[in-house]
């Protein structure tokens, strides 16, 4: 039977669980406190990409999606807060304002009996120390669950079907209520024991994400020392043994891993903790690293790097799949070691716009202009776009001395045979001529 559903947080968490309830064929009422995000999906535009939103949007805004500044006060189900839950940039301590806010306002606008869920990423604990005493000062017996979300960028509208859906709550009744919503979507619900297992998974998973890429960069370091090729050691190291494979080297950004570790850390406070910690800070460590790496590769050719002109391939966290978010991008932490140098950086992103690229300090430019009208060549992410390059071509125009191509997707044959330095993650050839 269909619900009627509301979300508070229009952010990536909240939009996309949005179109996916209303394909679902719930009436969702969505709401978020950015005017401009409001007045847009109204008229059935989205302010974020993710593949099949927009037309999720077109087809039922004002039908099955109603957005506005609040929820109706009669007739939900239940209420799912996706604000965002950020952490300082310098202590790392989380942020929860948002969640209170928006608790607070459910309280408000929702009818006692409302089953509230909290979607967000949040420390172990929250939803009972924070979100359940602004519940209850409001509320007689409140229902609570927690149902953290677990997609990935790209995929999202698919994962909230495929991927099975953990559902803790305060009591029984919560997780009964929690199961009926998502059972609704996903093809698989979990229940969990309890509110604090729940907020665990989604750290859980992230954290150990963050660990896996932490360590296939450490071997790429290391390899790095040693003149050996970390993408051929990987595959003879993976190949037929039975044993978890090793991530290839590459960065580690976006909302969630560069965040959740640190909510993770901050569920243990008091208590020594190891792995999650060291694992963020070689992740954090690593778009530094080959920014040095790519300022010194120009200095041996050139002598000075003052003056000299990079064009940086890949503005956005990532590109496979595609997206448009900059949130825990690379090129954030090695445009002060590319300014430093004197060098101008020259931006280039499928999916992200001139006027982002200009606010983070670049001048954008064609993929032609970044490969004739440069002295090297950053490639930060793996879009589709660069991995189709038949770079043979674009050289025929003029040539960068360097390109450090950071996921090994270019054809190095090609870009050595014309006199061009090679270089990615962990990985050179031959000294300059």
């Known amino acids: ?9 229009l952010g990536y968490v909240g939009l996309t669980l949005t179109a996916a309830l209303a394909r679902a064929g719930h009436r969702v009422h969505a709401v978020d406190v950015q005017p401009d995000v409001v007045d847009g999906l109204a008229q059935g535009r989205a302010h974020i990409f993710e593949p099949g939103v927009d037309e999720v949007l077109r087809r039922y805004a004002g039908e099955r999606i109603l957005v506005g500044r609040q929820l109706p006060g009669e007739g939900l189900d239940a209420a799912v807060i996706c604000v965002s839950t950020p952490v300082d940039p310098v202590t790392h301590e989380p942020d929860l304002r948002n969640i209170a806010a928006a608790v607070a306002d459910v309280t408000k606008w929702c009818a006692p009996g409302t089953l509230v869920v909290v979607r967000s990423t949040v420390p172990i604990g929250t939803c009972r120390e924070v979100v359940l005493p602004i519940l209850t000062a409001a509320w007689d017996e409140p229902l609570l669950a927690m149902a953290p979300e677990r997609t990935i960028q790209g995929q999202a509208l698919r994962e909230l079907v495929e991927l099975p859906q953990i559902v803790g709550g305060l009591d029984d009744a919560s997780v009964a209520a929690g199961v ?28 150990h994400t963050d660990l896996i890429y ?22 003879a190291a993976n190949l037929g043994y039975p044993r978890p494979d090793l991530s290839r080297p590459g960065y580690v950004g976006g909302g969630c891993l560069s965040k959740d570790p640190y909510l993770m850390l901050a569920s243990s406070p008091g208590e020594d903790t190891f792995l999650i910690e060291r694992a963020r800070e070689l992740n954090e460590h690593l778009p530094l690293h080959v920014a040095r790496q790519m300022v010194g590769l120009l200095a041996e050719r050139h002598g000075s790097t003052a003056g000299r002109r990079l064009a940086v391939l890949g503005w956005a966290y990532k590109g496979s799949p595609p997206t448009d978010d ?13 300014q430093a140098a004197g060098l101008t950086v020259l931006g280039h992103d499928p999916m992200v716009t001139p006027d982002v690229i200009r606010a983070y300090g670049g001048e954008p430019i064609s993929l032609e202009k970044a490969f004739s009208d440069s ?13 189709g390059l038949r770079v043979e071509d674009l050289i025929t125009y003029g040539q960068p001395a360097v390109v450090y191509d950071s996921w090994r997707i270019l054809n190095e044959k090609a870009l050595t045979a014309a006199g061009i330095r090679y270089a990615g993650l962990g990985y050179r050839t031959g000294a300059l001529v």
């Open 1 to 9: 039977m269909p619900k009627n559903i509301g979300i508070i947080g």
């Open 180 to 207: 009926e919503v998502f059972s609704q979507l996903a093809r698989l619900v979990v229940p969990v024991s309890s509110l604090e297992a729940a907020e665990m998974v989604k750290l859980a998973n992230n954290c």
């Open 375 to 387: 002295d090297g060549v950053l490639v930060v992410t793996d879009h589709p776009d660069y991995r």
């Open 326 to 338: 900059m949130r825990g991008t690379p090129i954030a932490a090695m445009l002060p070691v590319f």
């Open 214 to 235: 932490a360590f296939g960069n450490e071997m790429a370091l290391i390899a790095e020392q040693h003149g050996i090729d970390p993408l051929e050691m990987i595959r």
